[in-house]
């Protein structure tokens, strides 16, 4: 299992920017996946959740309505639409595969997790 | 929203053991995820649904959970276990659906 994240890089408070996450290594079309943040010095954040098949998305409230989580089955990829960012939204970003173990429920936010890419908001 | 709790930090000498604890209300009735992420690396997953072991993770790692706190105990602790360590719960009630706790940092003396 391998994902990279890739498309951080500075960017302006109010600008836009958008991640993707390259995955290899196992059937990609039949998890969900998840991205987290983490600033820096601090803990982690999950940020937004997609199904495997791309129609159901959930959100933080921190992000909800200038991010948005999407996803290429047939390419293997992740994408995070970042707009109208703040400074806050400062962070490394993580893409994670979703795991259910045991259970019906997807509560496993990242068994596997990328090596994240950094995005400084900041005038 | 569902909040977990867990103490900045706990040390431990090489060879003792290291508990890391996690509170949040009626925590017992939730499985409970445990992630070790050392300076600069992507956070590894160490304990899921409270007690079982990922493949490759060492039998050193084990976990328990009960009533209001869950545990994550690190047995003979090396110094390769520095690092810090976060518990996550899933949460359909909240703004996250992913909890995380603010993570423990582990020092070995």
């Known amino acids: 299992v391998q994902l990279v994240e890739s498309g951080g890089g500075l960017i302006q408070p109010g600008g836009s920017l958008r991640l993707s996450c390259a995955a290899s290594?196992?059937?990609?079309?039949?998890?969900?996946m998840n991205w987290v943040r983490q600033a820096p010095g601090r803990g982690l954040e999950w940020v937004s959740y997609i199904s495997s098949s791309g129609d159901f998305t959930y959100y933080a409230g921190s992000v909800r309505g200038r991010f948005t989580i999407s996803r290429d089955n047939g390419n293997n990829s992740l994408s995070l639409q970042m707009n109208s960012l703040r400074v806050e939204d400062t962070a490394i970003y993580y893409c994670?595969?979703?795991?259910?173990?045991?259970?019906?429920?997807?509560?496993?936010?990242?068994?596997?997790w990328g090596q994240g890419t950094l995005v400084p908001v900041c005038s | 929203s569902y909040v977990l709790t867990q103490p900045p930090s706990v040390s431990a000498a090489p060879g003792q053991t290291a508990r890391i604890t996690c509170e949040g209300n009626n925590i017992g009735s939730k499985s409970v995820h445990w992630y070790q992420q050392k300076p600069g690396q992507a956070p590894v997953l160490v304990i899921y649904h409270d007690t079982d072991r990922p493949s490759g993770i060492p039998e050193r790692f084990s976990g328990s959970n009960s009533g209001n706190t869950a545990t994550l105990i690190i047995s003979r602790v090396e110094a390769g276990d520095e690092a810090d360590y976060y518990c996550q719960v899933w949460d359909t009630n909240g703004d996250h659906r992913y909890v995380f706790g603010i993570g423990t940092k582990v020092s070995v003396l």
């Open positions: 994670a595969r979703v795991a259910y173990g045991p259970t019906v429920v997807p509560s496993i936010g990242g068994d596997y």
């Open positions: 290594g196992f059937k990609f079309s039949s998890y969900e």
